[in-house]
Each structure stands twice: as structure tokens, then as C-alpha cells.
């Protein structure tokens, strides 16, 4: 029978033991997630950042074996933003743990910044040390070049080349945001003899499992490597590359190359299209529904949007296929893979859709040059990506408005943030003014700033509506109605990825990933719930047994028959139905579950798609009364969710230890 081995590791008493569980409850990293959160920690009625908000890091049972793109990382922490249990996730960061041990576990709190070392020298004895780090801060703002996540894994390298040369190892690290914010990352970067790999960057990133890492432990960064042969623990006909070739011919009827290269056309190259990754697929394919102007341009009418749309395809698209996709600057995350999904311009930089949509047309930069400058910076000090270029584009938003002035924010003026009167040559001044408020939020400067950062956009907006009252009374608009978010408990939220999709601001237990049904469209909340719920469900197939997504078309057609066939494990969809169901019922317990949506633009972010998408009914109703029909469509989405959750669980639902 195999095992699920955990390494749990206390940081403040400066210790860890190794624990095993059968994969019949145990079988990857959001399995002991919630076990450890919800029934050995009891972390729903803690501080997020508690000493006991651990830090779960796991793989699947199929990492190590000759499956393409089962070496990823996923992150179970508790939340700073949403304040409910999370999960992120880091592509080939597991490809490197060569450890016997299946996940490890943070707790505990070290007073002093420090580096968590993990190896194993290939005799199957887990070993963990700790070293104290002097002058992070000063590493993070230079080191050799380098600055943020870099410079700290520079310095690293140096000093450590035991792990990173003798054990070939690779690092999880966090970056000023960390420190000084709640949606702080954690990088992972490919190193080749120690040396770091530009353009192969991975970022467990929404939700903050960076902050908590960090504010919650004391962990600057972990740095892993070993001799351990992991297949002795896996099936071995799933390392031998003939054999998953024959049973891929008698699943698929192809050999396992083609079929994986076919599922990630997209990712790799759509011959199509002419391009490859998720910047060159997405923006073709989302046309004039791109998301621009903090989501402004669902008031504009679809020429305005279509003379933007032709300011992407020109000035971010078009370069960066020229710079990317016709030079075939192409690179893995790290663990090999055909499908090459790292699409690196000029040598260096890694250019995906959410951060680059993000830092461009999201706040008014059409450049993809001026809007590399603020990635850069955003990657360096470890940043949710997704969450600062919906807290910039917003803070943009609030100063065009006047409900703040630029000088209340670090700021030497406003930005352009008109989309009719909007020219290219206003990317460069946006630019440089987004570059301005990730500095200062980076270290912590500027009040009010810190506090967006710190207590996320939606509490912060309830705190600026009281601090500005005379401004909200006098312009008429509140601080959170210029923002577009999911709500969870009475402070949480999660600002979406860059859809215009009900499914991203839809009641479900976990959102800011892609547990929900994202396409563009509009329909009744039963069916988008009931799309959504086994939308998520399959995520977490994919999350559960660290797969990347970006291989989930082969993955979710064959996953569960090699799961029965190698494992046991039976009924994948049940299991993980139940599975969901009790991540739902630690939202309730943790004071984080979906709440009514509270801002004017999220009902009109709504309203607006069901124009968009031809939907006639629901345009009706809500040009009638968009607040009635915005929680019609609320409530009867979330009780279908609830009527799906009890379901998934039978007799035992709420059947609980706490």
C-alpha cells in the first residue's frame, strides 16, 4: 500500500518529525491541507497569521514518474485576503524535491528571518536544517545586480551550494511584498548549476501564501534538493517511457507525445492563430471583452473597445510574437515538458496574459515595453500579480474620479484613464505612475497605501469611505463601487483573473484561481452554478494531483483510469466532490463564505454581461432594477451551489471532528 509521507516542520522550536497516511484519505497536497487546517490545527478560528496558519506544500502521487506536467507544487494556506482556506500553485518546483517525503508542512514562528533547508542525501532520511538570514531587507533591495526574489536567490546560491550544485536543488522564496503586504508571492526559479535560468519563473501567488509564509513563520525561503530516487515510491511502469507510450496507444489510441502536444496546442503553438502561450492565445480570442481601464470598458460601447483592441493586437501582441513566438524563445517551468509554455522575449522576460494584461491595458498601458518595466517589478518583489494590477488600475480609478488625490498615494499626477480619449503615448506616463505605487506599496510607504495592501481592497474601501466621507457624499460614489471583486465573510474578497465572466465573481467557496466556470457568456445561475461546481471539481483533479493545468485536456480524460489502475483509487469525482464540499463548510466555520456582492461596478460588471453576451432576459431584468436582479442571480447560484455540496456529501455531510 502506498504512502503519503509529510515532513512537518515547527520553525520555532526548530524541529520536524515525518508522518505517513494512507492514500485511501491522504493522496495529495489539498487532502492533508485541509486535514491539517481543519481537524489537527483548528486554524478557521485563528489569526490568519497565526503560528499555526501552516504553510502546506505538496505534490501528486504521480510527480517523478515519465507523466509530462505532474511536478507542480500546490500551496494550502489560510488566506490574509480572502480569510478562508486557499490554494496556489507553482509549476516544476517538485521536479527538483528530491526527498522522500511527499509534502512538507510550516508551522511555528521563528522571531529572526530564516532559511528552511530540506534534503535528503538518497537514503530515504528526510533532513531538515535552518539558517538565519542577516540584512534580508538589504539583500532584497540589491544583491550583484539583482533585487527582490532574485537577489535573495543570489545570495542564496553562494551561500548554499550544497543544496543548488552538490543536490541540484531549487528554492521557494518570498520578496518584500511579504513583508509588507498581504498578497505577497512565492517565487520558484529554475537553476542550472545553481545559476538561475531567466524566463522560467513560477509564482504560487493568489491569495497570499507569501505574506503567510513570511509574516505568519518567519520563512524568508525554503531551499530543497536531494539523491533520492523519488520513483521508488511510484509505479514503475509510469517511469518507463515505452510502457507509458503503449498504455497511452490502448487509452488514447496515440502515442503519449502527440496527445500531450495536441492538449496544449494553445500553450505551446496554435498554427492557427500564428502564436503560442497565454498572451499570444488569449487576446485574439477575447477580442473587444478584454478587460481595460479597472473593467471601465464595460460601460464603453464595442467601437471604443474595438480601436483598443486594435491598440493591443498592435502594440503588445504583435511584438510580442515577434519577440517570443518567431524566435522560439520558449522554455518549461523547470521539469520537462513538450509543450514549453514559458514564451521569454529578449532574453529575459517571461510574458504571460494575467501579468501583462494586468500592468497594460488593465490600467491604460498599450506598450508591451512600458508595460514589461512594471512586470519586472511586480515579479521582483514577489507580488500577486493578479491582485496589484486590479489594486493599481483601481487606485488609478480613484484618483481620475477625485475621491483621492494623486499626493494621498506617492503619486506626481493622474494617470490617462479615459478609454475614448485614450492614445499610445499616454502607456508611458501610466506606466511610470504604476511603477511608483508598486514601489512604495513593496516597502511599505505611503499610509494609505499600506493599508490598501495590508487589509486588502475591500476592507480598506469600507475604512477610506469612512476616513473621505465628505468626498463619497459629495461625488456620490463610494470607494469600493469602483471596484469589481468576489466577497467572502465580513471583510474578505478576491479580486478576479482578467475574464469578463460571471463565473469570476460568482458565490463559490474558493475563487482567484480558476475553480469556476470562466468562458465568457451568460446564462441562469443554475447552470452556470451547476458548470461552475464541476468546473472546480476538476481543478481540483488537476490541483490535488499536481498537474498543471495547462495539460488538463489529456490529464481529466485518462487521470482517474490511471488512478484506479496504479493507486486503487476509485470514484475520482466523488472523492474530490466530497473534498470540495469540505472546503466550503471550512469557509463557514472560518467566517469566510460568499457573501452578497457590495459594489455598484460589480452589479454592473454583471448587468453589462448579460448585454454583452445576448442574454435578453437578464438584460431586461436588470436594466429594470440591477441591484434586485444582481441578487437574484446571486442567491439562486449560491443555493444551487449549496443544494450541489449536499449532495456531494450524502449522510455524512457536517459529519466533522472539530
Known amino acids: 500500500m502506498y504512502k503519503y509521507r509529510v515532513l512537518f516542520i515547527d520553525v520555532g522550536r526548530r524541529g520536524y518529525d515525518v508522518e505517513e497516511y494512507g492514500i485511501d484519505s491522504v493522496a495529495g497536497p489539498l487532502e492533508l491541507g485541509l486535514l491539517v487546517h481543519m481537524e489537527r490545527l483548528r486554524t478557521y478560528n485563528k489569526p490568519v497569521y497565526s503560528p499555526d496558519n501552516a504553510v502546506v506544500v505538496g505534490r501528486g502521487l504521480f510527480s517523478g514518474t515519465g507523466l509530462y506536467g505532474s511536478n507542480r507544487f500546490t500551496v494550502v494556506f489560510r488566506s490574509p485576503i480572502t480569510r478562508g482556506l486557499h490554494a496556489a500553485s507553482m509549476g516544476g518546483a517538485a521536479y527538483q524535491f528530491r526527498v522522500n517525503a511527499d509534502a512538507f508542512v510550516i508551522t511555528g514562528r521563528s522571531e529572526r528571518p530564516l532559511v528552511v533547508k530540506i534534503w535528503d542525501t538518497g537514503d530515504g532520511e528526510p533532513q531538515v536544517d535552518f539558517m538565519e538570514i542577516d540584512g534580508l531587507e538589504e539583500i532584497w533591495r540589491g544583491y550583484k545586480g539583482y533585487r527582490g526574489v532574485y537577489a535573495l536567490q543570489e545570495w542564496l546560491s553562494e551561500n548554499l551550494p550544497e543544496i543548488y550544485v552538490d543536490m541540484a536543488g531549487r528554492s521557494i522564496l518570498t520578496g518584500p511584498a511579504s513583508r509588507y503586504t498581504s498578497i ?7 537553476l542550472v548549476k545553481g545559476r538561475m535560468d531567466p524566463g522560467s519563473e513560477e509564482y504560487a501567488a493568489r491569495g497570499g501564501p507569501g505574506s503567510v509564509l513570511l509574516r505568519a ?14 520513483r521508488r515510491n511510484r509505479p514503475r511502469e509510469l517511469s518507463d517511457p515505452r510502457k507509458i507510450n503503449a498504455l497511452f496507444l490502448e487509452l488514447a489510441g496515440e502515442p503519449y507525445a502527440t496527445l500531450v502536444i495536441k492538449a496544449g496546442t494553445k500553450y505551446r503553438y496554435n498554427p492557427k492563430l500564428g502564436t503560442g502561450g497565454t498572451l499570444g492565445g488569449n487576446y485574439p480570442s477575447l477580442k473587444i471583452a478584454t478587460p481595460m481601464f479597472n473593467w471601465n470598458m464595460i460601460y464603453e460601447p464595442p467601437e471604443v473597445r474595438a480601436r483598443l483592441h486594435d491598440m493591443i493586437m498592435k502594440h503588445i501582441w504583435e511584438p510580442f510574437n515577434k519577440e517570443a513566438i518567431m524566435t522560439k524563445s520558449w522554455k518549461t517551468c523547470g521539469e520537462p515538458c513538450p509543450i514549453a509554455c514559458k514564451k521569454v522575449r529578449l532574453g529575459r522576460y517571461k510574458s504571460d496574459y494575467e501579468p501583462y494584461e494586468g500592468m497594460g491595458p488593465q490600467i491604460g498601458v498599450f506598450d508591451i515595453h512600458e508595460s514589461q ?21 483601481w487606485i488609478f480609478d480613484l484618483v481620475d474620479k477625485g475621491l483621492l488625490h494623486p499626493s494621498e498615494v506617492g503619486l506626481p499626477d493622474k494617470p490617462y484613464f479615459t478609454p475614448r480619449d485614450h492614445r499610445l503615448e499616454y502607456s508611458r506616463h501610466n506606466a511610470r505612475l504604476a511603477a511608483e505605487i508598486i514601489e512604495n506599496m513593496a516597502w511599505g510607504r505611503q499610509p494609505i497605501l499600506r493599508l490598501i495592501a495590508e487589509k486588502g481592497l475591500r476592507a480598506a474601501a469600507k475604512i477610506l469611505d469612512i476616513l473621505y466621507k465628505e468626498r463619497t457624499e459629495s461625488l456620490g460614489i463610494k470607494f469600493e463601487d469602483l471596484a469589481v471583486y468576489a466577497v467572502f465573510g465580513e471583510e474578505g474578497h478576491i479580486t478576479p483573473n482578467y475574464y469578463w465572466t460571471p463565473g469570476m465573481v460568482a458565490p463559490l467557496p474558493v475563487l482567484g484561481r480558476y475553480w469556476t466556470l470562466y468562458s465568457g457568456g451568460f446564462a441562469e ?17 488537476s490541483d490535488n494531483g499536481g498537474f498543471c493545468r495547462f495539460h ?11 488512478y484506479e489502475k496504479f493507486y486503487g483509487i476509485k470514484e475520482l469525482d466523488k472523492r474530490y466532490a466530497k473534498l470540495y464540499r469540505r472546503i466550503a463548510l471550512y469557509q463557514e466555520m472560518a467566517g469566510a463564505s460568499p457573501q452578497p456582492w457590495d459594489s455598484e461596478k460589480i452589479v454592473d460588471f454583471m448587468a453589462s454581461a448579460a448585454r454583452e453576451y445576448g442574454d435578453e432576459k437578464w438584460a431586461e431584468k436588470f436594466r429594470q432594477n440591477k441591484w434586485e436582479a444582481a441578487m437574484e442571480w446571486w442567491s439562486r447560484f449560491y443555493e444551487k451551489i449549496r443544494e450541489l455540496h449536499a449532495a456531494a456529501a450524502g449522510e455524512q455531510e457536517d459529519n466533522v471532528n472539530v
Open 184 to 190: 505577497g508571492a512565492l517565487a520558484s526559479i529554475t
Open 525 to 541: 445561475p443554475e447552470e452556470w452554478a451547476e458548470k461552475s461546481y464541476h468546473r472546480a471539481v476538476r481543478e481540483i483533479w
Open 552 to 562: 488538463r485536456k489529456w490529464v481529466e480524460k485518462y487521470i482517474d483510469k490511471l
Open 217 to 230: 513563520h518567519g520563512v524568508a525561503a525554503i531551499a530543497y534538493g536531494g539523491r533520492y530516487d523519488v
Open 373 to 393: 518595466r512594471v512586470v519586472e517589478l511586480v515579479d521582483s518583489y514577489g507580488f500577486d500579480a493578479i491582485e496589484a494590477g486590479n489594486l493599481v488600475a
